[in-house]
């Protein structure tokens, strides 16, 4: 697996390995130096530099500007590489954001229209140990899974370089994750506009094409406005019909 | 004279108004079609184009009966009464085909709404 640090960070892809439970290399190489972090079975166990402390050399690999990573799967790991073991690499990611500039951050992160939610534990860690500072827990109190990015940043009170640092830190550790795209409440619309007509049109479709309203994706989204327009420019007519599709539409935009 | 044309205009009328009656009732037929497209349900939507043919019986022997065609009165009182046994029979299916397309929207109304839950 190969990779550039300008469109993954360094962090995100080493949670990612640890969530797929990975043994093998991480080979990162930057602007400012080079180094291999070693996962066993998804947690870190070395690095390249054994004498160096862990923790301190992920540190340090992780804050490397611009440059490439390249992952490679080992049956194990040799007992050279081995120096500890360390499950917790939220925490790890967390403090690397905590150093990475602001601009720097802000470079990894989406637009900031997206909207954020809290993000389940993978894996099966049966704890999770996560030290955040208060600055960081008080933003991410404010993630509810509504809200965009820019208004959690604004509610925050944080300045804006440091809600930076700390949104690049949570998404990177997986602690809070995007929304794509939220599901509009079609019933509520359709309702509104159509009366007990337009529900019964949604409820028509939602049978018709089998879709659950809680467990849709934006393929099925996108199956049932179509089905909608068809049927509700059968019955009142295309301009209606594009009128409420297009406030459907507008639901789902975050 | 006047009276003939009386009788003309009198004709002219109830043609028009059995034409405009079977234009609306197969609109109805057409809007019952698309209901049915949508919900998947029977709505009766050919009963209710086809009923209202009767209306146009009747209007072909106001035609009719407006020529020389039917000037032996006995052949005009049977042509008469076949027109009146169309056109009831057209109201009768025309009422039938609407009261099944009203309670099939009904049904479809009322499933609409969520069974609330105990």
Known sequence: ????????????MLRLLAIYHQTGSLRVRGEDGEGEIYLQNGQLVGTSKPG??????????????????HFQNLETIPAKHVQGKDEDIENLIMESSR?????????????EEVVLQLAPVAGERE?????????EWNLLIRVNGEDSMAMVREKSGLRKGRALQVLYGLLSA????KIRFRIPKVIEIATRELGNLGEALVREAFRKLRLDQNRMH???LIALLNELERNITLLVGPTRAQHVIGLMWEGSKR | ????????????????????????????????HRYSQVFHRATYSTLLILAPTGLL????????????????????????????????????????GVGRFASVLQSVLRSAQPKEVA
């Open chain 1, 1 to 12: 697996m190969f990779g550039e640090v300008t469109n993954v960070s360094i962090g995100g």
């Open chain 1, 99 to 111: 150093q990475i500039p602001p601009e720097e951050a802000a470079e990894y992160l989406p637009g």
């Open chain 2, 1 to 32: 004279m006047p009276e003939q044309l009386w009788e003309g205009a009198s004709y002219l009328v109830a043609i028009g108004g059995s034409l405009l009656l079977w234009i609306n009732y197969a609109l109805v037929g057409l809007i019952a």
């Open chain 1, 218 to 220: 934006m393929r099925e």
């Open chain 2, 57 to 96: 019986v009747y209007t072909l022997f106001l035609i009719f009966k407006a020529t020389p065609l039917l000037s032996d009165p006995k052949l005009a009182s049977f042509a008469q009464l076949l027109a009146y046994i169309a056109l009831l029979a057209s109201g009768f299916f025309c009422l039938l």
């Open chain 1, 52 to 69: 160096k402390q862990l923790h301190e050399e992920v540190m340090r690999l992780l804050l490397l500007k611009k440059g490439f990573f």
């Open chain 1, 174 to 177: 997986g602690i809070v994750r």
């Open chain 1, 127 to 135: 704890w999770v140990r996560l030290q955040l500072q208060r600055d």
